[in-house]
């Protein structure tokens, strides 16, 4: 049976970043998709120039402790070099004119010059005349190709972590990233999820404030009016920052992938969902 | 599920003849023309299997019209002889209708005759009737010409004589009676003063 309908097995989730490097090998099942094997590794402390191969490094070393002998992998942008907007395309637009529109509001909504930079529109499910406007930066995104290539990965896409976390937790309304040294909060705003990144190694305190300010800041604006926060952080962290998040009337819960409760690789696990038109996590 | 693609364009590409050519558009070519292939030959495939079973069904209606041969050939003997005996009755008919013509033409003639004219004699000839009678007078020979030809439309009654007898009141004539449609030379030949 699984000659006739299972057809390509998904790709892994790669997460790359200069805290950690994780990999998920993903696996459809009838409850839905589930982390069949999953690789977490913390990277030291190198000097920048080193970093690409002390990454490459640990991908090879991943590749070889997992089974899967898929190599097809999806990959994140890091939060500060890629961006997204919503695109509105004017009525019988064809897709090549949208793509020269597009790069004109790239010009006027991304901090790169067009050389140095990737544009992708991409669909928006249940809209028809709009499109997801994603800009990156090209040097970046070539360098996490070329980690990806030297451990002989195959990447198929890019994405943001913003969508990867919208696709991972459609329930919720935001969502805070505070498992890197870096924490980003996550505002699932109709339709483009929008980011704040926060300054790195907040305390706890400062961090809750920040986050409570943001959230204001989206009712206000009428990005999305919050009740529902999902707080992705190592255990000790989010016993710290959910009373001081739960305070405020928001419905704080941890990120959980299955039984298991915000795993290091939930980001990669996220990402491994991108070939995916629905899914519901196992 | 919303996502986002911002792999770069693969940048690969391809040496042939010296020539560096993009790996993603040699690619998309050779997929294109394995898609026009695929559809030439399932085209060709098709048109095939419809030319193979149009030539059996001729095969088989020419096998139908052999077979048909001696029939046909029947009924073309039976039409054959269909049209001789309706040839044999037609020819039957006519000269079955040939005598009563005679007779009405005879009986037009005698009826066509004036009171103080009488007949000697109505001869069959070449072409129509001779009429021979007597008057009293020049003037009923020409009221019987007047009458014949009133009476016998399509007849061109001509006065062939006129003769009298010595110290006789009676004039003897002949009438030359032409048939409708007779042949010119006859008709040229049928009346003479």
């Known amino acids: 049976m699984n000659v006739l309908f299972d057809v390509r097995a998904l790709p892994l989730g790669v997460e790359l970043s200069a805290d950690r490097v994780a990999v998920v090998v993903p696996q459809r099942t009838r409850e839905g998709v589930v982390a069949a094997e999953a690789f977490v590794e913390t990277v030291p402390e190198i000097p920048d120039d080193e970093l690409d191969e002390a990454l490459g490094a640990i991908l090879r070393r991943a590749l070889q402790t997992l089974r899967s002998k898929n190599r097809r992998c999806i990959l994140s942008a890091p939060w500060t070099e890629a961006l997204s907007r919503r695109f509105k395309l004017p009525p019988g637009m064809p897709r090549g004119e949208a793509a020269r529109?597009?790069?004109?509001?790239?010009?006027?909504?991304?901090?790169?010059?067009?050389?140095?930079?990737?544009?992708a529109l991409d669909p928006i499910p249940g809209r028809k005349r709009e499109l997801?406007?994603?800009?990156?930066?090209?040097?970046?995104?070539?360098?996490?190709?070329?980690?990806?290539?030297?451990?002989?990965?195959q990447p198929v896409a890019i994405d943001t972590p913003a969508c990867a976390w919208r696709r991972f937790a459609p329930q919720a309304d935001a969502l805070l990233d505070a498992g890197s040294s870096r924490a980003a909060l996550v505002v699932f705003s109709d339709p483009v999820p929008s980011f704040q990144l926060f300054a790195p190694r907040l305390i706890d305190e400062r961090l809750a404030a920040q986050v409570r300010l943001g959230l204001i800041e989206a009712r206000r604006d009428s990005e999305a009016d919050v009740h529902r926060l999902l707080v992705f952080a190592a255990h000790e962290r989010y016993d710290?920052?959910?009373?001081?998040l739960g305070g405020e009337g928001y419905a704080v819960e941890p990120v959980r992938v299955g039984e298991v409760e915000a795993p290091a690789w939930t980001l990669a696990f996220a990402l491994a969902t991108w070939p995916l038109r629905a899914w519901s996590a196992a | 599920m919303i996502r986002v693609n911002l792999l770069p364009a693969s940048r690969e590409t391809v040496p042939i003849f010296g020539a560096h050519l993009d790996r993603r558009l040699m690619r998309d070519a050779a997929g294109g023309v394995a898609f026009l292939c695929i559809v030439s030959a399932g085209t060709y495939g098709v048109q095939e299997l419809r030319l193979t079973a149009l030539r059996a069904e001729a095969g088989r209606l020419e096998r139908t019209v052999d077979s048909n041969?001696?029939?046909?050939?029947?009924?073309?003997?039976?039409?054959?002889?269909?049209?001789?005996?309706?040839?044999?009755?037609?020819?039957?008919?006519?000269?079955?209708?040939?005598?009563?013509a005679v007779a009405a033409t005879l009986i037009d003639i005698g009826n066509a005759v004036p009171a103080r004219v009488w007949l000697d004699g109505i001869d069959r000839s070449t072409g129509g009737f001779v009429v021979t009678g007597a008057a009293t007078s020049l003037d009923d020979v020409g009221?019987?010409?007047?009458?014949?030809?009133?009476?016998?439309?399509?007849?061109?009654p001509a006065l062939a004589s006129v003769t009298r007898e010595d110290k006789s009141a009676v004039l003897h004539f002949s009438l030359q009676l032409l048939e409708p449609g007779p042949p010119a030379a006859a008709r040229a030949n049928g009346v003479r003063q």
């Open chain 1, 240 to 244: 710290a920052l959910a009373p001081l």
């Open chain 2, 143 to 156: 009221a019987t010409l007047v009458s014949v030809e009133r009476s016998m439309p399509g007849y061109a």
């Open chain 1, 101 to 119: 529109a597009a790069e004109l509001e790239a010009d006027v909504v991304a901090p790169w010059p067009s050389s140095e930079r990737v544009v």
């Open chain 2, 69 to 100: 041969a001696a029939r046909r050939r029947d009924i073309a003997a039976g039409a054959a002889q269909v049209a001789r005996l309706e040839q044999l009755e037609r020819e039957a008919d006519a000269r079955r209708r040939s005598g009563n």
């Open chain 1, 132 to 153: 997801l406007l994603s800009i990156g930066r090209a040097a970046t995104l070539e360098r996490l190709v070329a980690i990806a290539k030297s451990a002989r990965l």
